[in-house]
């Protein structure tokens, strides 16, 4: 079955840049959209990026939209989070979880899964 691994966490000043990796075993990641959530401390999760299965489309929470990218490259079945410009509100744990369309992207969290371990990301001064 689908098994999703985050990588690319770690500590950044803020402004600094960081790409996280979401990489899929145990079947090719082509056919699922593929989001990218995050969950700071004493804070719920909330949804920061999602791509289609194409990579077509594109969405972003309003927090992150014009700093973080997300794009896929199904041939080494993989997604990224390119984040820029990186603010202390940024600090959180960052998971990535498969869905099986790209209503996933508009708010449909039905199926959702798997998730991936997830992966930490500081924004310190």
């Known amino acids: 079955q689908l098994q999703l691994v985050e990588s690319g966490g770690g500590v950044v000043q803020p402004g600094g840049s960081l790409r996280l990796s979401c990489a899929a075993s145990?079947?090719?990641?082509?056919?699922?959209?593929i989001a990218w959530f995050r969950q700071a401390p004493g804070k719920e999760r909330e949804g920061v990026a999602c791509?289609?299965?194409?990579?077509?489309?594109?969405t972003y929470s309003d927090s992150v939209r014009g700093r973080f990218t997300i794009s896929r490259d199904n041939a080494k079945n993989t997604v990224y989070l390119q984040m820029r410009s990186l603010q202390l509100e940024d600090t959180a744990i960052y998971s990535c979880?498969?869905?099986?369309?790209?209503?996933?992207?508009?708010?449909?969290?039905?199926?959702?899964?798997?998730w991936g371990q997830g992966t930490q990301v500081t924004v310190s001064s």
């Open positions: 979880a498969a869905g099986p369309s790209g209503a996933m992207c508009y708010g449909d969290l039905a199926d959702i899964g798997p």
């Open positions: 791509i289609s299965s194409g990579g077509g489309t594109t």
């Open positions: 145990g079947t090719t990641l082509d056919k699922n959209a």
